[in-house]
């Protein structure tokens, strides 16, 4: 398997979320502020923007300075990085964002998409960033730039028991699985496939969502689903009360989750950069991190257009 094995590759290569199986993404508009923790179920949040000194010390775009707002664009169907709660909102990125906020003074107004159209729809000027687990990677970084702010790598998920006694990649040869399309997984599906022996090949389904994918795997009609490590780690845990799924093998070389920018908008790139440097200092990343049982992916600082593969 290849290093860029995480949720998401570009609409032309090689991962969604996931609050439990048949879970349906959030439509339309969802407004994070930066002083709470989650939107309220109208989409609408407190406007009251952080006022403190240290807001003033970073250099937004003018046109996000004067609106008070970051438009973000993620698939937010993708426990527990983001999966809609109830009509609103929530996990990890969407704390992560409203902390990120609070720091520079701005609400953070998520909108939803399907995964492998947030790039397009963010060069088109729909989003001002991506926040939607998506994997950095070289290919990408021909078309945006990204803040590097988590670690993860890919999980190979199947049914509780594992009764076709999958431990690795290699055990896939000859059947099918399923995966979100336009998500890293591809990649590393692609990568095993060709150590397959002649005849043994690995047959994909591919969908819009994880839960479509992670459905599939339910019915028997696949034997495993790729998904990132917190991803499948949580649907093993939740889905079915834990006894849907479980995770199998060690988990696919690691790699950078990015906050995509444009490569025109360097003021945005660089004051978010500094925000999340300030909020790993202060404590405030850590605290996302441990709410949600991910600091195994946690970063030391961020790191611009980390993704190596």
Do not use: H
């Not at 939107?39 to 006022?51: E, L, N, V, Y």
């Not at 055990?171 to 399923?178: N, R, S």
């Amino acid at each position: 398997m290849t290093a860029s094995t995480t949720r998401r590759t570009t609409a032309n290569s090689a991962k969604s979320r996931i609050a439990a199986v048949g879970a349906i993404a959030v439509a339309g508009t969802l407004l994070l502020t930066g002083c709470g923790d989650q939107t309220d179920k109208s989409g609408s949040g407190d406007s009251t923007k952080d006022s403190s000194a240290s807001a003033s010390k970073y250099k937004l775009p003018a046109k996000i300075k004067d609106a008070g707002v970051i438009k973000v664009g993620s698939d937010i169907a993708y426990a527990p990085m983001e999966f809609d709660q109830d009509g609103t909102p929530t996990g990890v990125d969407i704390d992560l964002a409203t902390a990120l906020g609070k720091e520079l003074g701005v609400d953070f107004k998520f909108e939803n998409g399907t995964f492998d159209n947030l790039i397009p729809s963010l060069d088109s000027g729909r989003y001002d960033l991506i926040m939607s687990a998506m994997s950095d990677t070289k290919e990408r970084q021909a078309k945006v730039d990204f803040v590097d702010y988590f670690s993860a790598g890919v999980s190979i998920l199947v049914k509780k028991g594992n009764p076709e006694g999958i431990k690795s990649a290699a055990d896939l040869c000859g059947k099918t699985i399923a995966f979100q399309r336009g998500t890293v997984s591809a990649g590393v599906a692609k990568s095993a496939d060709a150590k397959c022996p002649a005849g043994k090949k690995i047959k994909t389904l591919t969908y819009d969502t994880d839960p479509e994918a992670l459905l599939q795997v339910k019915q028997g009609r696949a034997v495993a689903d790729l998904n990132d490590f917190p991803v499948a780690a949580y649907n093993a845990k939740t889905s079915g009360g834990g006894k849907d799924f479980e995770v199998t093998g060690d988990q696919v070389d690691e790699g950078p989750y990015g906050i995509a920018v444009t490569k025109e908008n360097t003021e945005l790139r660089e004051a978010v950069s500094k925000a999340l440097d300030a909020i790993i200092a202060n404590g405030e990343y850590g605290k996302v991190l441990k709410k949600w049982n991910v600091e195994q992916g946690a970063v030391d600082k961020p790191v611009l257009n980390g993704g190596s593969e």
